[in-house]
C-alpha cells in the first residue's frame, strides 16, 4: 500500500530494447498540427457490449486505525465517495500488516471500516495479510501479524500450535468471510486479494519464493472450499507491484501462480503505476503518456506486445486459464516526472484514469481497478491537492461512477486521438469523447442510432479549468457536431424520457407517541448517573455539567415504552451544548429500560448498557454525527458517520428516522431550533438494524464527560411512529411432536405439519439438525464446519443428535420455517439452569436479523416469551444453542412447545 519501488532500468532494457522500436512514436505525432482537425464518431445505443462490474475505477483507503476517512471534514472524503458513487474500496483485513504494528486495527475496527464502506454506498476490497516467520524476509513486524492470525473460532493460535503459517492464514481469512457473510453485515459476495506486492521487501510481506505463495493461496482456497464459503469469495491474486512483462521476480511469481492456481483465481490482480523511462526511445510528455502504444498497453487487453494487459491476456490463454478468470489492477495512479515540470499531476492525470477506464470498461476480462490512493492530501499519489481540493484522479473517478451507466455501448471513432466511451442506464444515455491530443481540437459529428427516448444532453467537461460536476444545457439531438478541445474529457448526458418514475418518499410518521418540552419530567422518567445527575430545569433537560468531570448520565423516558411494534418511527429533539471539549450525549433505542448508565469517558455512558436497539450519537472528539448500531464500542463508534462543524453554543436541531422495512436509522442536523435551518449532516445507517421495534420499546438519552467537561442541554423531543408491520393473528401451538401432525420419530432428518389458523393454511417445517456449530462468539455462530445430524424425540420435546432422548446441546442447531410469514412468540423450555443462550437468526422485509436469547432462572421448566421476531415466509429461522462452555450440562435444553401466529 506504500509507493511501490520503480522497476530497475538496467535489468529491462535488455528485455524492452526488441520492440521499443515498433511502439516508437514519430516525430509528427509529437509535433502535433496547431491547426482544427475533423472527425465522426458513432454510437449504437442498441449494442451493449457489457454490464459494468461494480469493481471498476474504485480507490484504496489508508491503513492504520487513524485512516478513517468518515471523520475527515476537509477534505470531506465520505461525502466524496458517495458523490462519484465510488464502487468498490481496498481495505486491510486483520490483522493488519503495517510499517507501525501499534497502530494496526483491531478486529472491531476492522467492523466499523466494513459497515463506513458499506454506508457509503461502497463495497468492500479486503486485502489478507500473508507474513510469515522465519523466512528470508521475516522481520519483528512479521511475527506480530503472525501471532495475530486466528483459527475457525475467531481465537489467537495457542502458543506452541504446530499449525502451520498456510493453515493459519487460511483460517483467519475463513473466519473473517464468514463474519461478514453474517448478520448484521450480510455480505454474501466478498471480494478478496491475497497479500499485497508480495514481491517488494520495501512495503509489505515478501514470499522467500513463489512456492511460498502458492502454498498460501492454495490453502485459502481450500480452506474456503472445506467450509462451503467458496461460492461467497471473488478470490484474487497474485497483487504483484508492477505491470507483466517488465520480467524479473514479479513476472516469475505472475508465471509460477497462473500455472499452479488456474483453476483456483477468479481475477488475475497487479499494480500498475504508469511511467516513460529514460531508456525507451520518446521524450518524457503527456502527449507520449496518453498515446504511445508501450503505455495504452497496462489496459488496453486488443493491444499485442511484450508487456501489459495484452500480454497477460496471452500468458492466461497459454497456460489454460478459464476465460471465466477476470483480471484486475488493484493499484494504479502516477508518479511526478523527473526534472520537471510536473505535468503528469495535471489534466493528463485525469485523462490518464479516464483513458484507463475506457480500456477497462471495453475489456470483458476486466473486473477491478483501484486507484491509488483516495483518502489523502498530502502525497504525490493523492486523490485531493496540498490545499485539500479535489483533484484529476478524484475527477476521473466521479465521471465513472456519477456520468457512465450501468451498460456499455458499442461505438467508433475515425480518429484514434478522440477515444469514445458510450454508455446507458434507465434513466440516461451518456456519451463521452475524451480528446488525448495535446494541441489539436476536433470539430466532430457525432451520431447515436436506435436510442432510446431522450430530450437535450447536458454537457459536463473535465479539462485543465473545468471540473465535470457541473454541466452546461444544450440544445443537441442525436446527431449534432461538437468541437472538441485538446486535453479535455466530455460528456453529454441524454435524459431519458421513459425512465422510471422515482419512489416517493413517504410522509414522516403521524402518530404522536411522546411531545414533550421538558417544563416537567415526563411520567416514569428514570436516571441513572455517575458524577453529575440529569436535572430538568427551565423547559430544558440538562444531561451533562462541567463539573465534576469524569460523569455519565442515562435519562431514560420508562414511563412511555411502545404499545406495540412498530417499524417506522421518527424523533425530533432540539439541543444545545456548550464548551464542548468531550465528550458528547446519545439518543437511543432500548427493547426495555437498560436500568443503568453505561461506560464513562468516550463510551458515552452508552456501551456497557444493555437492550441497545441503535444510538444517535453526537460528539466532540472529534466533532461528527455518527448513526451506532447494537453493537457498540468503548469510543461508540458510530457504522455510519458524517463530521460537522464546531457547534458550541449554538442552538442545533436533529431529526432522526427509523425506517424497519428498509433497515436504515437516518440522522439529519440541522443549525436552529427546527428543521428549516441549514444542514449540518445527513447520514444513514444500513447495517445492523431491527426490522421493528417490539412492543416495550423506551427512548433516552445518555452522555458523558472527561477531564474536559461541557454542559449539555435537551430543548425539546417529539417521537412520532407509524407502522406496516403485519398484525399477528390468533395464536397457536407447535407441540406434542409424536402426534399427528407431526408424527416426528427419533432419527428423523425433518419433519413437518399443516395447520389453519384463522383460516389460513400452512405448512411449518423443522429442519437441518447439525451438530458441532462454533458458538465460541454467541452472536456470530460459525456454521461452515457443522456436521449434518438428526432430530431426537421424546415425549416431552425434541432435541438434536441423540436418539430417543430431546437433549439440544451447545454448538447444536436446527431449522424452522413456514409457507407464510409469522411471528414466532414464544419457546417453552425443558431442563432448564439458568445458565443457558439461544441464538436466533431469521429473514424480515429480506433484512437478516438476529437476537441472542438468555433463559432465565426460576425451574427446569421454563417458557420464553420473544418479541420482534417476524419471520418472511419460505425463509428459515435457525436456532442455536450458544451457551457458554460453563453452563450445565453444556447448556441441554429441549423444545416442549412453540407459540406463533400467522402474520396478517
Same mark, same amino acid.
Request: hydrophobic share 40%.
Given at each position: 500500500?506504500?509507493?511501490?519501488?520503480?522497476?530497475?532500468?538496467?535489468?529491462?532494457?535488455?528485455?524492452?530494447?526488441?520492440?521499443?522500436?515498433?511502439?516508437?512514436?514519430?516525430?509528427?505525432?509529437?509535433?502535433?498540427?496547431?491547426?482544427?482537425?475533423?472527425?465522426?464518431?458513432?454510437?449504437?445505443?442498441?449494442?451493449?457490449?457489457?454490464?459494468?462490474?461494480?469493481?471498476?475505477?474504485?480507490?484504496?483507503?489508508?491503513?492504520?486505525?487513524?485512516?478513517?476517512?468518515?471523520?475527515?471534514?476537509?477534505?470531506?472524503?465520505?461525502?466524496?465517495?458517495?458523490?462519484?458513487?465510488?464502487?468498490?474500496?481496498?481495505?486491510?483485513?486483520?490483522?493488519?500488516?503495517?510499517?507501525?504494528?501499534?497502530?494496526?486495527?483491531?478486529?472491531? !475496527? &476492522?467492523? %466499523?471500516?466494513?459497515?463506513? $464502506?458499506?454506508?457509503?454506498?461502497?463495497?468492500?476490497?479486503?486485502? =489478507? /495479510? +500473508?507474513? @510469515?516467520?522465519?523466512?528470508?524476509?521475516?522481520?519483528?513486524?512479521?511475527?506480530?501479524?503472525?501471532?495475530?492470525?486466528?483459527?475457525?473460532?475467531?481465537?489467537?493460535?495457542?502458543?506452541?500450535?504446530?499449525?502451520?503459517?498456510?493453515?493459519?492464514?487460511?483460517?483467519?481469512?475463513?473466519?473473517?468471510?464468514?463474519?461478514?457473510?453474517?448478520?448484521?453485515?450480510?455480505?454474501?459476495?466478498?471480494?478478496?486479494?491475497?497479500?499485497?506486492?508480495? !514481491? &517488494?521487501? %520495501?512495503?509489505?510481506?515478501? $514470499?522467500?519464493?513463489?512456492?511460498?505463495?502458492?502454498?498460501?493461496? =492454495? /490453502? +485459502?482456497? @481450500?480452506?474456503?472450499?472445506?467450509?462451503?464459503?467458496?461460492?461467497?469469495?471473488?478470490?484474487?491474486?497474485?497483487?504483484?507491484?508492477?505491470?507483466?512483462?517488465?520480467?524479473?521476480?514479479?513476472?516469475?511469481?505472475?508465471?509460477?501462480?497462473?500455472?499452479?492456481?488456474?483453476?483456483?483465481?477468479?481475477?488475475?490482480?497487479?499494480?500498475?503505476?504508469?511511467?516513460?523511462?529514460?531508456?525507451?526511445?520518446?521524450?518524457?510528455?503527456?502527449?507520449?503518456? &496518453?498515446?504511445?502504444?508501450?503505455?495504452?498497453?497496462?489496459?488496453?487487453?486488443?493491444?499485442?506486445?511484450?508487456?501489459?494487459?495484452?500480454?497477460?491476456?496471452?500468458?492466461?490463454?497459454?497456460?489454460?486459464?478459464?476465460?471465466?478468470?477476470?483480471?484486475?489492477?488493484?493499484?494504479?495512479?502516477?508518479?511526478?516526472?523527473?526534472?520537471?515540470?510536473?505535468?503528469?499531476?495535471?489534466?493528463?492525470?485525469?485523462?490518464?484514469?479516464?483513458?484507463?477506464?475506457?480500456?477497462?470498461?471495453?475489456?470483458?476480462?476486466?473486473?477491478?481497478?483501484?486507484?491509488?490512493?483516495?483518502?489523502?492530501?498530502?502525497?504525490?499519489?493523492?486523490?485531493?491537492?496540498?490545499?485539500?481540493?479535489?483533484?484529476?484522479?478524484?475527477?476521473?473517478?466521479?465521471?465513472?461512477?456519477?456520468?457512465?451507466?450501468?451498460?456499455?455501448?458499442?461505438?467508433?471513432?475515425?480518429?484514434?486521438?478522440?477515444?469514445?466511451?458510450?454508455?446507458?442506464?434507465?434513466?440516461?444515455?451518456?456519451?463521452?469523447?475524451?480528446?488525448?491530443?495535446?494541441?489539436?481540437?476536433?470539430?466532430?459529428?457525432?451520431?447515436?442510432?436506435?436510442?432510446?427516448?431522450?430530450?437535450?444532453?447536458?454537457?459536463?467537461?473535465?479539462?485543465?479549468?473545468?471540473?465535470?460536476?457541473?454541466?452546461?444545457?444544450?440544445?443537441?439531438?442525436?446527431?449534432?457536431?461538437?468541437?472538441?478541445?485538446?486535453?479535455?474529457?466530455?460528456?453529454?448526458?441524454?435524459?431519458?424520457?421513459?425512465?422510471?418514475?422515482?419512489?416517493?418518499?413517504?410522509?414522516?410518521?403521524?402518530?404522536?407517541?411522546?411531545?414533550?418540552?421538558?417544563?416537567?419530567?415526563?411520567?416514569?422518567?428514570?436516571?441513572?448517573?455517575?458524577?453529575?445527575?440529569?436535572?430538568?430545569?427551565?423547559?430544558?433537560?440538562?444531561?451533562?455539567?462541567?463539573?465534576?468531570?469524569?460523569?455519565?448520565?442515562?435519562?431514560?423516558?420508562?414511563?412511555?415504552?411502545?404499545?406495540?411494534?412498530?417499524?417506522?418511527?421518527?424523533?425530533?429533539?432540539?439541543?444545545?451544548?456548550?464548551?464542548?471539549?468531550?465528550?458528547?450525549?446519545?439518543?437511543?433505542?432500548?427493547?426495555?429500560?437498560?436500568?443503568?448508565?453505561?461506560?464513562?469517558?468516550?463510551?458515552?455512558?452508552?456501551?456497557?448498557?444493555?437492550?441497545?436497539?441503535?444510538?444517535?450519537?453526537?460528539?466532540?472528539?472529534?466533532?461528527?454525527?455518527?448513526?451506532?448500531?447494537?453493537?457498540?464500542?468503548?469510543?461508540?463508534?458510530?457504522?455510519?458517520?458524517?463530521?460537522?462543524?464546531?457547534?458550541?453554543?449554538?442552538?442545533?436541531?436533529?431529526?432522526?428516522?427509523?425506517?424497519?422495512?428498509?433497515?436504515?436509522?437516518?440522522?439529519?442536523?440541522?443549525?436552529?431550533?427546527?428543521?428549516?435551518?441549514?444542514?449540518?449532516?445527513?447520514?444513514?445507517?444500513?447495517?445492523?438494524?431491527?426490522?421493528?421495534?417490539?412492543?416495550?420499546?423506551?427512548?433516552?438519552?445518555?452522555?458523558?464527560?472527561?477531564?474536559?467537561?461541557?454542559?449539555?442541554?435537551?430543548?425539546?423531543?417529539?417521537?412520532?411512529?407509524?407502522?406496516?408491520?403485519?398484525?399477528?393473528?390468533?395464536?397457536?401451538?407447535?407441540?406434542?411432536?409424536?402426534?399427528?401432525?407431526?408424527?416426528?420419530?427419533?432419527?428423523?432428518?425433518?419433519?413437518?405439519?399443516?395447520?389453519?389458523?384463522?383460516?389460513?393454511?400452512?405448512?411449518?417445517?423443522?429442519?437441518?439438525?447439525?451438530?458441532?456449530?462454533?458458538?465460541?462468539?454467541?452472536?456470530?455462530?460459525?456454521?461452515?464446519?457443522?456436521?449434518?445430524?438428526?432430530?431426537?424425540?421424546?415425549?416431552?420435546?425434541?432435541?438434536?443428535?441423540?436418539?430417543?432422548?430431546?437433549?439440544?446441546?451447545?454448538?447444536?442447531?436446527?431449522?424452522?420455517?413456514?409457507?407464510?410469514?409469522?411471528?414466532?412468540?414464544?419457546?417453552?423450555?425443558?431442563?432448564?439452569?439458568?445458565?443457558?443462550?439461544?441464538?436466533?437468526?431469521?429473514?424480515?422485509?429480506?433484512?437478516?436479523?438476529?437476537?441472542?436469547?438468555?433463559?432465565?432462572?426460576?425451574?427446569?421448566?421454563?417458557?420464553?416469551?420473544?418479541?420482534?421476531?417476524?419471520?418472511?415466509?419460505?425463509?428459515?429461522?435457525?436456532?442455536?444453542?450458544?451457551?457458554?462452555?460453563?453452563?450445565?450440562?453444556?447448556?441441554?435444553?429441549?423444545?416442549?412447545?412453540?407459540?406463533?401466529?400467522?402474520?396478517?
Amino acid at each position: 500500500m506504500n509507493n511501490p519501488k520503480p522497476p530497475h532500468t538496467t535489468a529491462r532494457r535488455t528485455l524492452l530494447r526488441s520492440f521499443v522500436s515498433v511502439f516508437a512514436l514519430s516525430s509528427a505525432a509529437l509535433t502535433a498540427s496547431l491547426t482544427a482537425q475533423t472527425a465522426t464518431v458513432t454510437v449504437d445505443a442498441s449494442s451493449v457490449i457489457r454490464d459494468v462490474p461494480a469493481g471498476l475505477m474504485g480507490s484504496n483507503t489508508g491503513t492504520t486505525k487513524g485512516a478513517k476517512f468518515w471523520q475527515s471534514l476537509s477534505p470531506a472524503y465520505r461525502a466524496d465517495v458517495m458523490t462519484a458513487r465510488m464502487g468498490m474500496v481496498r481495505i486491510t483485513a486483520y490483522p493488519e500488516d503495517t510499517s507501525n504494528p501499534a497502530n494496526s486495527i483491531t478486529l472491531a !475496527d &476492522l467492523d %466499523n471500516r466494513v459497515a463506513q $464502506v458499506i454506508n457509503a454506498g461502497g463495497t468492500p476490497l479486503f486485502i =489478507q /495479510a +500473508i507474513n @510469515n516467520i522465519g523466512r528470508t524476509y521475516s522481520d519483528s513486524r512479521d511475527a506480530i501479524v503472525h501471532a495475530a492470525y486466528m483459527d475457525l473460532t475467531g481465537s489467537p493460535y495457542p502458543a506452541g500450535s504446530t499449525a502451520t503459517t498456510a493453515t493459519r492464514i487460511a483460517t483467519n481469512m475463513a473466519y473473517l468471510v464468514n463474519r461478514y457473510k453474517s448478520p448484521p453485515f450480510n455480505l454474501t459476495q466478498q471480494v478478496w486479494e491475497v497479500g499485497n506486492e508480495p !514481491d &517488494l521487501e %520495501n512495503v509489505n510481506y515478501r $514470499v522467500q519464493d513463489t512456492a511460498e505463495y502458492i502454498e498460501d493461496f =492454495q /490453502a +485459502i482456497h @481450500n480452506q474456503l472450499t472445506t467450509l462451503g464459503l467458496r461460492a461467497n469469495v471473488t478470490l484474487c491474486g497474485p497483487v504483484v507491484s508492477w505491470d507483466y512483462g517488465f520480467g524479473g521476480y514479479r513476472d516469475t511469481i505472475m508465471n509460477d501462480f497462473l500455472t499452479a492456481c488456474a483453476s483456483q483465481v477468479d481475477i488475475v490482480t497487479r499494480h500498475t503505476y504508469a511511467n516513460i523511462y529514460s531508456w525507451e526511445s520518446t521524450t518524457d510528455t503527456a502527449y507520449a503518456l &496518453l498515446n504511445a502504444s508501450f503505455e495504452t498497453a497496462h489496459f488496453n487487453s486488443a493491444q499485442s506486445g511484450s508487456r501489459g494487459e495484452g500480454k497477460l491476456l496471452a500468458t492466461m490463454a497459454a497456460k489454460g486459464v478459464p476465460l471465466t478468470v477476470g483480471t484486475g489492477v488493484t493499484e494504479m495512479n502516477l508518479f511526478q516526472n523527473p526534472g520537471g515540470p510536473n505535468y503528469r499531476h495535471t489534466i493528463t492525470q485525469g485523462l490518464w484514469f479516464l483513458l484507463s477506464d475506457h480500456y477497462s470498461l471495453y475489456n470483458p476480462r476486466s473486473r477491478l481497478t483501484t486507484g491509488f490512493k483516495f483518502d489523502t492530501y498530502n502525497d504525490q499519489l493523492a486523490y485531493y491537492k496540498p490545499d485539500k481540493s479535489r483533484s484529476y484522479p478524484y475527477w476521473a473517478t466521479y465521471v465513472h461512477g456519477a456520468l457512465t451507466g450501468d451498460q456499455i455501448l458499442a461505438r467508433t471513432s475515425s480518429d484514434t486521438h478522440l477515444v469514445v466511451t458510450a454508455s446507458k442506464d434507465d434513466s440516461f444515455l451518456y456519451v463521452q469523447v475524451l480528446n488525448r491530443h495535446n494541441t489539436n481540437s476536433y470539430t466532430t459529428s457525432v451520431s447515436v442510432t436506435n436510442a432510446p427516448p431522450v430530450t437535450a444532453p447536458t454537457l459536463y467537461t473535465l479539462s485543465a479549468s473545468a471540473t465535470p460536476d457541473t454541466g452546461v444545457s444544450t440544445a443537441y439531438g442525436t446527431s449534432f457536431s461538437h468541437t472538441f478541445a485538446p486535453m479535455t474529457a466530455s460528456v453529454f448526458r441524454f435524459p431519458r424520457t421513459d425512465a422510471p418514475v422515482p419512489p416517493v418518499t413517504p410522509a414522516a410518521p403521524s402518530a404522536v407517541h411522546l411531545d414533550t418540552g421538558f417544563d416537567t419530567a415526563p411520567a416514569g422518567l428514570q436516571i441513572y448517573s455517575v458524577g453529575f445527575t440529569p436535572v430538568i430545569a427551565s423547559s430544558r433537560l440538562q444531561l451533562t455539567s462541567t463539573t465534576p468531570a469524569y460523569s455519565q448520565a442515562a435519562v431514560i423516558l420508562n414511563g412511555q415504552p411502545l404499545p406495540a411494534a412498530v417499524n417506522r418511527a421518527q424523533a425530533r429533539f432540539g439541543f444545545k451544548v456548550m464548551h464542548p471539549n468531550a465528550e458528547g450525549f446519545v439518543f437511543g433505542a432500548y427493547s426495555a429500560s437498560p436500568g443503568a448508565v453505561g461506560n464513562a469517558g468516550q463510551a458515552l455512558g452508552y456501551q456497557g448498557q444493555a437492550n441497545r436497539l441503535w444510538g444517535v450519537k453526537v460528539d466532540n472528539n472529534p466533532d461528527q454525527i455518527g448513526v451506532v448500531a447494537g453493537v457498540a464500542d468503548d469510543l461508540v463508534e458510530g457504522w455510519a458517520t458524517q463530521p460537522i462543524a464546531a457547534y458550541s453554543g449554538l442552538d442545533m436541531y436533529a431529526v432522526i428516522d427509523y425506517e424497519g422495512a428498509e433497515g436504515t436509522v437516518r440522522a439529519r442536523v440541522y443549525q436552529g431550533t427546527n428543521d428549516t435551518g441549514a444542514l449540518w449532516a445527513d447520514v444513514t445507517n444500513r447495517v445492523g438494524n431491527p426490522a421493528s421495534l417490539p412492543a416495550g420499546t423506551v427512548f433516552g438519552f445518555t452522555g458523558a464527560t472527561s477531564n474536559y467537561t461541557q454542559t449539555t442541554y435537551i430543548e425539546s423531543l417529539r417521537i412520532t411512529t407509524a407502522s406496516t408491520v403485519a398484525t399477528p393473528g390468533t395464536p397457536f401451538m407447535l407441540q406434542t411432536w409424536t402426534a399427528a401432525p407431526w408424527s416426528a420419530v427419533s432419527g428423523t432428518t425433518a419433519f413437518s405439519g399443516a395447520f389453519s389458523p384463522d383460516g389460513i393454511p400452512v405448512t411449518i417445517a423443522f429442519s437441518a439438525p447439525k451438530t458441532g456449530v462454533n458458538v465460541t462468539v454467541p452472536t456470530a455462530p460459525v456454521f461452515t464446519g457443522a456436521a449434518a445430524s438428526f432430530f431426537g424425540i421424546e415425549g416431552t420435546g425434541f432435541g438434536v443428535g441423540n436418539t430417543g432422548l430431546g437433549r439440544f446441546d451447545r454448538g447444536e442447531c436446527f431449522t424452522l420455517q413456514a409457507t407464510h410469514a409469522f411471528a414466532l412468540q414464544e419457546i417453552n423450555w425443558h431442563e432448564c439452569n439458568g445458565d443457558e443462550q439461544v441464538n436466533i437468526q431469521w429473514t424480515r422485509n429480506g433484512v437478516a436479523q438476529q437476537s441472542v436469547i438468555s433463559i432465565p432462572s426460576g425451574g427446569a421448566i421454563r417458557n420464553v416469551v420473544l418479541s420482534g421476531i417476524e419471520v418472511d415466509a419460505n425463509t428459515p429461522v435457525v436456532i442455536t444453542n450458544v451457551s457458554s462452555t460453563t453452563a450445565n450440562l453444556t447448556g441441554r435444553l429441549r423444545v416442549i412447545s412453540i407459540k406463533s401466529a400467522l402474520l396478517n
